[in-house]
């Protein structure tokens, strides 16, 4: 900064009166007040550690997303595995009953081994059937018993009911499609006939 020429009688007096350069010592003033100007305040060094936190926060964030999401799609593949080796082992134990229904059949397609031969079909037939209740039973599916046994609404669906006194009322006197379970979940509730007591008029 230099003084104005007004003021060089003054200046001169304190520069010899102090020995101070009055025009350096302003220079230096001015260039320190411009120095503390560009210095960071104490909030402008809080908010950028904010910012800078902030950013570090978003990526753990991000990379935690991309890790889940990584996490989601294998367990999403490893169940459909599961399913299809499931479902597999099910289609496996199916198979002989194919080969048994194949068997059969070439057997019969001639004309001349269907005569007399009715009781080795039927023979045929049960042998298949157990052989497709065997299959089911390894994948955890049994039939439910129901002629004789006391209706169950959880178990069983009543399609209608038939007097009689020979059997207690409410007992199932005739199966029309059996039910099953799949380990211990109702797959098929049975469709029977429930008997109800005989009303005896006099």
Excluded: C
């Excluded at 753990?60 to 799609?73: D, G, I, L, P, Q």
């Excluded at 080796?85 to 194949?102: E, K, M, T, W």
């Excluded at 298949?128 to 209706?151: H, M, T, W």
């Excluded at 199966?175 to 006099?202: D, K």
Aim: net charge negative.
């Amino acid at each position: 900064m230099t003084l104005k020429k007004d003021d060089d009688e003054t200046a001169w007096e304190i520069e010899e009166a102090t020995g101070i350069d009055l025009d350096g010592a302003m220079d230096e003033i001015m260039e320190e007040a411009a120095g503390q100007a560009d210095a960071p305040t104490g909030l402008e060094v809080d908010l950028a550690a904010a910012k800078a936190e902030a950013a570090e926060w978003q990526d753990r964030f991000m990379r935690k997303a991309a890790e889940f999401e990584n996490y989601r799609k294998r367990m999403d593949r490893e169940k459909a595995e599961l399913r299809i080796a499931s479902q597999s082992a099910i289609l496996r134990n199916l198979l002989p009953v194919l080969d048994g229904f194949d068997r059969a059949l070439k057997y019969f397609s001639g004309a001349e081994r269907v005569a007399g031969s009715v009781e080795q079909y039927r023979e045929g037939i049960e042998l298949l059937f157990r052989q497709v209740l065997d299959a089911l039973a390894q994948a955890g599916v049994a039939p439910i018993e129901a002629e004789g046994k006391p209706f169950d609404p959880h178990l069983h669906e009543a399609l209608s009911r038939e007097e009689t006194s020979e059997v207690a009322d409410g007992t199932i006197v005739s199966e029309l499609r059996r039910g099953y379970m799949f380990n211990e979940t109702l797959l098929r509730p049975s469709q029977v006939i429930v008997a109800v007591q005989l009303q005896v008029t006099e």
